[in-house]
């Protein structure tokens, strides 16, 4: 399965008889598989292959699927719904009564006039059981179409693979950057404080040398960042591998950029220096812009 985004769009059209049709499915991201169908009435029997198609190529996305009838030829029959125009022509009436009440004559309606009103005028199309060629030659588009969208959605994962790829090999360099600088802090600071120790030994008789000893015990160890670093490292190796393996990866992906960014956090209270935090704060920031684009990732 090809790195796919979630966002994306696809349309067929086609002709049958007197029937002409427009297939539409537009993609934006989600949790999980939200499947949502538009069909015109009398097409209900394709929501099943509908649903069984998009299910089988797809497992996460907000998806809309909706087909457009463009016209149904000399198979419409128009028809006078008469309890509509029943309704019609008392509505029409108490508007008229009380606008003269009011000495505000109006205009008298026409028949086209009243046609004119929601469902006066029905278009009765034959029953879709009558137009099996019409039902066959639109069922076996909803493959095509699923597949375009895959294609498209497909399209755009490329594009945004490659951008993650960035973003994690940069994470990659901060963090060596972030050992080298560490590693260059931890020798100057174990420089300084055994000057500083030996000075206050030389000062003064009372200290307690275990006691001294096992609080720069402490302080080494919470300044050490290694374990962060070994994190992060490990982390960009499971980042390209996703990156390049098969099928969903988005779930994993969000994952991963929640545990950088815990690392990330760790690493700039740890610091202890500007050059450091300053690593810190960057790593941040392109954690941040990778968990933007792993929103659109299925």
Excluded: Y
Excluded at 132 to 155: D, F, K, M, S
Excluded at 259 to 266: D, G, K, M, Y
């Amino acid at each position: 399965m090809t790195f796919q985004s979630m966002t994306g769009f696809a349309s067929l059209a086609g002709a049958a008889g007197e029937f002409q049709w427009v297939w539409e499915v537009r993609s934006v991201n989600g949790r999980g598989l939200d499947l949502r169908l538009r069909l015109p009435d009398g097409f209900e029997a394709l929501e099943a292959p509908v649903r069984a198609e998009f299910g089988r190529l797809f497992s996460r996305g907000s998806i809309t699927v909706g087909l457009k009838l463009a016209g149904i030829g000399a198979q419409a029959v128009p028809r006078v719904n008469r309890a509509q125009l029943e309704a019609t022509l008392a509505a029409a009436q108490e508007v008229a009564d009380l606008a003269a009440a009011r000495e505000m004559p109006l205009a008298p309606f026409s028949a086209l006039d009243l046609l004119g009103f929601r469902n006066v005028l029905e278009i009765e199309a034959a029953p879709l059981a009558e137009n099996t060629e019409v039902l066959a030659a639109v069922t076996a588009e909803i493959g095509p179409l699923a597949a375009a969208l895959a294609e498209a959605r497909a399209q755009e994962g490329a594009g945004l693979r490659t951008l993650l790829a960035e973003r994690v090999d940069r994470i990659a360099e901060l963090a060596a950057a972030a050992r080298e600088t560490a590693e260059v802090r931890a020798a100057r600071r174990g420089t300084v404080l055994r000057e500083r120790v030996q000075a206050l030994l030389e000062s003064t008789a009372i200290a307690d040398e275990a006691r001294l000893s096992q609080e720069l015990a402490l302080i080494a160890v919470k300044a050490d960042v290694s374990e962060e670093i070994d994190r992060l490292e490990t982390h960009v190796v499971a980042a390209r591998d996703l990156l390049g393996g098969e099928g969903p990866r988005g779930r994993r992906l969000d994952f991963l950029t929640q545990e950088f960014n815990r690392e990330a956090n760790t690493l700039c209270s740890k610091a202890g220096a500007t050059d450091l935090t300053a690593i810190g704060l960057e790593m941040k920031v392109v954690i941040d812009q990778m968990r933007e684009q792993v929103q659109n990732v299925e």
